[in-house]
């Protein structure tokens, strides 16, 4: 078993490093337009790979990731639609479907980040406070740095091109509110491969904060 579960991790980081490498190389590419098309597809399955790493499905884990997924739903929905907790923005036509005007990879991408920082902030602290507020506060850097490249890609833009001070706000109280939930249900994801998945979206983004 000890050796199956290695195989399984060096496949997941082998295909993460693969996804993010091809990815920043596409996009440098003159088939930019076409690899920023297959940006759903890349954050479903990294999505899929954090949740094939889990080591204890159960109704509990399931529930963790659906309530990061309905709170980041909703809170889009009223962004996007009212103004309200993020600022005014819209979505651009590079994350794939959406429903009432919010991509539902958007909400899985909650869900997700929700899952690896929680593993990380765990390496921080074992005080479930504290570790949510640490996950939180890691959620917010990396949209920080997701911000820069997120008008460029078609991801989506804020009203008058600037974003407000309430975005990052927004973002850590429905983050922290993810963590409380998630960590509360003891969701055992596996740590390397949370650590491998938040430090290769860290490197794909702030590489195109250079180019």
Not at 58 to 74: E, H
Not at 81 to 98: E, P, Q, R, V
Not at 173 to 187: D, P, T, Y
Request: charged share 10%.
């Amino acid at each position: 078993m000890k050796a199956v579960s290695k195989y399984k991790v060096a496949i997941s980081i082998g295909l993460l490093w693969l996804f993010t490498i091809s990815g920043i190389l596409g996009i440098l590419s003159q088939y930019q337009n076409w690899f920023l098309s297959l940006t759903p597809l890349n954050l479903l399955l990294t999505a899929l790979i954090v949740l094939w790493n889990i080591k204890n499905w159960s109704f509990k884990t399931l529930l963790a990731f659906f309530i990061p997924f309905t709170l980041g739903f909703v809170s889009e929905v009223l962004g996007v639609n009212y103004g309200l907790i993020f600022g005014s923005y819209a979505y651009g036509n590079n994350l794939g479907y959406k429903v009432f005007g919010v991509p539902l990879l958007i909400c899985m991408n909650w869900a997700m980040l929700t899952f690896i920082t929680a593993d990380v902030a765990k390496y921080f602290t074992k005080n479930i406070w504290l570790s949510a507020l640490t996950g939180a506060v890691l959620m917010t850097i990396l949209d920080l740095i997701i911000e820069v490249s997120a008008p460029r890609f078609d991801f989506w833009e804020f009203e008058g091109k600037v974003v407000p001070v309430q975005n990052y706000i927004g973002w850590l109280i429905i983050a922290f509110l993810s963590h409380l939930a998630c960590q509360r249900l003891n969701v055992l994801s596996d740590k390397i491969i949370s650590w491998q998945a938040l430090i290769s979206i860290v490197v794909f983004f702030t590489v195109f904060l250079f180019v």
